[in-house]
């Protein structure tokens, strides 16, 4: 059986990294983002993105910034895959199948 990936990410703000940010974790099979105390409209954007695709993408809902280490801290709590990746929000592809050689590189 293949190995699992969860990716982690500490999100601030910066809505318009949404559509690069879900290609670039397309091919996970869990997404778990902690949201560092976003603004309103991040907020909105954040939950619209996982009611995409809400069975593989859970975000947890920091009320103040508790700074960059931390929310990953957060999140890898979470995490089920047997690789876990942090990636920051800013994150693009260049290749689609990126994760599919990470699975394929990595033992877990």
């Given at each position: 059986?293949?190995?699992?990936?969860?990716?982690?990410?500490?999100?601030?703000?910066?809505?318009?990294?949404i559509?690069?940010?879900?290609?670039?974790?397309?091919?996970?099979?869990?997404?778990?983002?902690?949201?560092?105390?976003?603004?309103?409209?991040?907020?909105?954007?954040?939950?619209?993105m996982?009611?995409?695709?809400?069975?593989?993408?859970?975000?947890?809902w920091?009320?103040?910034?508790?700074?960059?280490?931390?929310?990953?801290?957060?999140?890898?709590?979470?995490?089920?895959?047997?690789?876990?990746?942090?990636?920051?929000?800013?994150?693009?592809?260049?290749?689609?199948?990126?994760?599919?050689?990470?699975?394929?590189?990595?033992?877990?």
């Amino acid at each position: 059986m293949k190995p699992t990936i969860t990716v982690i990410t500490a999100w601030l703000n910066h809505p318009e990294f949404i559509p690069a940010y879900e290609e670039a974790v397309r091919g996970a099979d869990e997404v778990i983002i902690y949201d560092n105390g976003s603004d309103a409209m991040t907020r909105q954007h954040l939950k619209a993105m996982a009611d995409r695709d809400a069975y593989r993408r859970r975000i947890i809902w920091g009320d103040t910034n508790i700074g960059f280490g931390d929310a990953n801290n957060a999140a890898l709590k979470h995490a089920s895959g047997d690789i876990v990746l942090a990636l920051n929000n800013d994150v693009k592809t260049f290749d689609p199948n990126w994760l599919d050689m990470v699975r394929r590189d990595v033992v877990p």
